[in-house]
């Protein structure tokens, strides 16, 4: 099968997965696609490629006799964000020659609001019918890794050294490594394929944390509640002002760290905040975090001990710091990207990935794109000629060279 049917094929299966869900997977329906890609890559000649029971996929290509490498992983996610529907899927394959794209009567996929629209220009793009999500994010990056893999396997003339693949449940709720066997993934260090735009290549992303508030208030009846009361909701507004308004999502960028609230519900006599705290700089988020602190014991020193409960717990951290050491694998890369002529795009990654929980279990592993744009919406689309350039990358990456 080819890159572009591949592709088309795992849309077809529904992989949302669910935020609020307590199992593992959060939807069972991953699944159908891990098992279709177990079935697939025996196919092709992969015959260790197995799916556990937390449904992720893995499989590996014994190296080219004689040649000795380290181990390389290349690992994308199945899942769907649950943002939009991801079910029914009906994609569409287009030549772009500028102007808006139609999705349907409805809906269109705008210069005016995307104005490098025309970066596009003479390619083919998969669009969708503007009610589900594409689900390039990111059934691309398995469909680029598979290609890539088959032909290895059909060109025994080019040398590799041992690939391992890993395709995962999870990413989009934040638990893509919670279950991962890292000795039966097993290589030294790897990459992702969860990217967008051809080029991008990352390796930094946010220090996370997440912030609960409990705000335990007092209601009495307001005809005498003087000088009784404690008014949770009242607190809890004093609460989230207590935090810059210009260090929130909407006002930042690029290195720029930031408190966001996300929830707020409650009364008189509680009320629940929810918050996450992020930032690039692992000193600068110690301190957002002592900040959080301070801002409950002011709290407790003024309306009373108890008044505020606090939990805060750190969800990921940036990757930078532990990758840094063996910026060699970031330079392969870059290397893979410019041979084939196009320019690496180094950005720092305003969120987390699977590679930064991996690359804190001693899998160092940096972030590639996949020729995807418009992630999490109707809007998604991905590009054809970026794609079949990102099989030749993968070639170029997992070919033993320097490494022999
Ligand atoms: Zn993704």
Same mark, same amino acid.
């Given at each position: 099968?080819?890159?572009?049917?591949?592709?088309?094929?795992?849309?077809?299966?529904?992989?949302?997965?669910?935020?609020?869900?307590?199992?593992?997977?959060?939807?069972?329906?991953?699944?159908?696609?891990?098992?279709?890609?177990?079935?697939?890559?025996?196919? $092709?000649?992969?015959?260790?490629?197995?799916?556990?029971?937390?449904?992720?996929?893995?499989?590996?290509?014994?190296?080219?006799?004689?040649?000795?490498?380290?181990?390389?992983?290349?690992?994308?996610? =199945?899942?769907?964000?649950?943002?939009?529907?991801?079910?029914?899927?009906?994609?569409?394959?287009?030549?772009?020659?500028?102007?808006?794209?139609?999705?349907?009567? *409805?809906?269109?996929?705008?210069?005016?609001?995307?104005?490098?629209?025309?970066?596009?220009?003479?390619?083919?793009?998969?669009?969708?019918?503007?009610?589900?999500?594409?689900?390039?994010?990111?059934?691309?990056?398995?469909?680029? $890794?598979?290609?890539?893999?088959?032909?290895?396997?059909?060109?025994?003339?080019?040398?590799?050294?041992? $690939?391992?693949?890993?395709?995962?449940?999870?990413?989009?709720?934040?638990?893509?490594?919670?279950?991962?066997?890292?000795?039966?993934?097993?290589?030294?260090?790897?990459?992702?394929?969860?990217?967008?735009?051809?080029?991008?290549?990352e390796y930094e992303c946010f220090n996370g944390a997440g912030v609960k508030f409990k705000v335990?208030?007092?209601?009495?009846?307001?005809?005498?509640?003087?000088?009784?009361?404690?008014?949770?909701?009242?607190?809890?507004?004093?609460?989230?002002? =207590?935090?810059?308004?210009?260090?929130?999502?909407?006002?930042?960028?690029?290195?720029?760290?930031?408190?966001?609230? =996300?929830?707020?519900?409650?009364? *008189?006599?509680?009320?629940?905040?929810?918050?996450?705290?992020?930032?690039?700089?692992?000193?600068?988020?110690?301190?957002?975090?002592?900040?959080?602190?301070?801002?409950?014991?002011?709290?407790?020193?003024?309306?009373?001990?108890?008044?505020?409960?606090?939990?805060?717990?750190?969800?990921?951290?940036?990757?930078?710091?532990?990758?840094?050491?063996? =910026?060699?694998?970031?330079?392969?890369?870059?290397?893979?990207?410019?041979?084939?002529?196009?320019?690496?795009?180094?950005?720092?990654?305003?969120?987390?990935?699977?590679?930064?929980?991996?690359?804190?279990?001693? $899998?160092?592993?940096?972030?590639?794109?996949?020729?995807?744009?418009?992630?999490?919406?109707? &809007?998604?689309?991905?590009?054809?000629?970026?794609?079949?350039?990102?099989?030749?990358?993968?070639?170029? &990456?997992?070919?033993?060279?320097?490494?022999?």
């Open positions: 099968m080819d890159l572009i049917n591949r592709f088309l094929k795992y849309v077809s299966f529904e992989t949302t997965s669910y935020e609020d869900a307590e199992c593992f997977p959060s939807s069972p329906k991953v699944f159908e696609l891990a098992d279709y890609l177990v079935d697939e890559l025996k196919g $092709i000649g992969l015959g260790d490629a197995m799916r556990d029971e937390y449904g992720y996929v893995y499989a590996h290509l014994e190296a080219t006799p004689g040649v000795e490498a380290d181990p390389i992983g290349l690992m994308s996610h =199945m899942d769907t964000s649950s943002a939009v529907s991801g079910a029914n899927i009906k994609p569409r394959i287009l030549k772009y020659e500028g102007g808006d794209i139609q999705l349907n009567p *409805e809906v269109a996929i705008k210069v005016s609001d995307f104005p490098d629209l025309d970066h596009y220009l003479g390619h083919e793009l998969i669009v969708t019918d503007g009610t589900t999500l594409l689900g390039a994010d990111d059934k691309a990056g398995i469909a680029e $890794i598979v290609t890539a893999v088959e032909y290895l396997i059909a060109h025994p003339e080019v040398k590799h050294g041992r $690939i391992c693949l890993c395709f995962n449940p999870e990413e989009e709720t934040g638990r893509g490594t919670e279950h991962i066997d890292t000795e039966k993934f097993g290589p030294k260090y790897a990459y992702t394929l969860d990217g967008d735009r051809l080029g991008g290549l335990n208030g007092i209601n009495i009846h307001p005809g005498s509640a003087k000088n009784k009361m404690k008014n949770a909701v009242l607190i809890g507004t004093e609460l989230v002002g =207590m935090f810059p308004a210009w260090e929130a999502p909407a006002h930042t960028e690029g290195y720029e760290g930031f408190y966001h609230v =996300m929830g707020f519900e409650g009364d *008189e006599s509680g009320a629940l905040i929810s918050m996450i705290v992020r930032d690039h700089d692992r000193a600068k988020f110690e301190e957002r975090k002592a900040y959080v602190r301070r801002v409950v014991d002011y709290l407790n020193a003024k309306y009373g001990e108890g008044t505020v409960e606090l939990t805060m717990s750190d969800t990921y951290y940036n990757m930078r710091e532990l990758v840094e050491p063996h =910026m060699e694998i970031v330079d392969k890369a870059m290397d893979a990207l410019r041979s084939i002529g196009v320019e690496p795009v180094v950005k720092p990654i305003r969120g987390g990935t699977d590679g930064a929980g991996l690359t804190y279990m001693g $899998i160092p592993t940096p972030n590639l794109c996949t020729g995807g744009q418009n992630f999490h919406g109707v &809007l998604e689309f991905c590009s054809i000629d970026e794609m079949k350039k990102m099989v030749e990358v993968i070639v170029k &990456l997992v070919t033993a060279d320097k490494w022999l």
